[in-house]
């Protein structure tokens, strides 16, 4: 037995004890980005609550991880509700989550190239290739990034030959993509992740390498 198959990971973008100081100075898109990476990169993930979805991010003092007003020492009452609420893209990515199979596994987890070094792209299909993922994260929270990444079709197994379709699943936007290098924008005001999923007309390949 491989250690991976009983020793695997859980990610947390806060706790309790942490208030990580990306998540202090970047808004609501430094929230979004942890949110979408601990989502995304492993399968078992958790939030501390309310304090994430409603983007908590005062220090207890500067340079500290502690939260001002914490419930280790008080007991704190939450609008769940409030407008500023990131409730509903949690609920966009965990939506994401359960209908592709690739995010449900760690073990073909890949780092894809790029050209941007705020960009921070990787993968994840099954072993099918019946799902394949890719996500693209600005992690600069404060400025929109642009660069090409690397979209590994031929390891994929796929024909590049013929297009693939990148529907970004958290707009619906779909991209026709051909070449193993493609140019994406991030703007942290309107959505700091891309989260693809990549598919080809196969039977249409297939029929393409048949003889006549």
Same mark, same amino acid.
């Given at each position: 037995?491989?250690?991976?198959?009983?020793?695997?990971?859980?990610?947390?973008?806060?706790?309790?004890?942490?208030?990580?100081?990306?998540?202090?100075?970047?808004?609501?898109?430094a929230?979004?980005?942890?949110?979408? $990476?601990?989502?995304?990169?492993?399968? +078992?993930?958790? !939030?501390?609550g =309310?304090?994430?979805?409603?983007?908590?991010? /005062?220090?207890?003092?500067?340079?500290?991880?502690?939260?001002?007003?914490?419930?280790?020492?008080?007991?704190?009452?939450?609008?769940?509700?409030?407008?500023?609420?990131?409730?509903?893209?949690?609920?966009?990515?965990n939506?994401?989550?359960?209908?592709?199979?690739?995010?449900?596994s760690?073990?073909?987890?890949?780092?894809?190239?790029?050209?941007?070094?705020?960009?921070?792209?990787?993968?994840?299909?099954a072993?099918?290739?019946?799902?394949i993922?890719?996500?693209?994260?600005? $992690?600069?929270?404060?400025?929109?990034? +642009?660069?090409? !990444?690397?979209? =590994?079709?031929?390891?994929?197994?796929?024909d /590049?030959?013929?297009p693939?379709?990148?529907?970004e699943?958290?707009?619906?936007?779909?991209?026709?993509?051909?070449?193993?290098?493609?140019?994406?924008?991030?703007?942290?005001?309107?959505?700091?992740?891309?989260?693809?999923?990549?598919?080809?007309?196969?039977?249409?390949?297939?029929?393409?390498?048949?003889k006549?």
């Open positions: 037995m491989e250690v991976k198959d009983f020793f695997r990971p859980n990610f947390w973008p806060n706790t309790p004890d942490i208030l990580h100081e990306y998540l202090q100075t970047g808004g609501k898109p929230f979004m980005t942890r949110l979408a $990476l601990a989502a995304t990169l492993c399968p +078992s993930y958790g !939030i501390y =309310p304090t994430f979805e409603l983007m908590e991010n /005062l220090p207890r003092e500067k340079g500290s991880e502690e939260y001002l007003n914490s419930e280790k020492y008080e007991i704190r009452n939450w609008d769940i509700n409030r407008k500023n609420s990131l409730k509903d893209f949690i609920a966009s990515v939506r994401i989550r359960r209908d592709n199979p690739a995010l449900q760690n073990r073909n987890l890949w780092f894809n190239a790029t050209d941007n070094d705020n960009l921070l792209c990787y993968s994840k299909h072993g099918d290739l019946s799902n993922i890719l996500v693209v994260v600005n $992690l600069d929270s404060h400025n929109t990034r +642009s660069g090409r !990444i690397n979209v =590994p079709i031929k390891a994929w197994g796929l /590049l030959r013929q693939c379709e990148a529907r699943l958290l707009s619906d936007a779909r991209y026709t993509w051909q070449e193993e290098w493609n140019y994406v924008t991030l703007d942290p005001d309107i959505c700091p992740v891309h989260i693809f999923r990549i598919t080809q007309n196969l039977a249409k390949t297939r029929m393409s390498n048949k006549v």
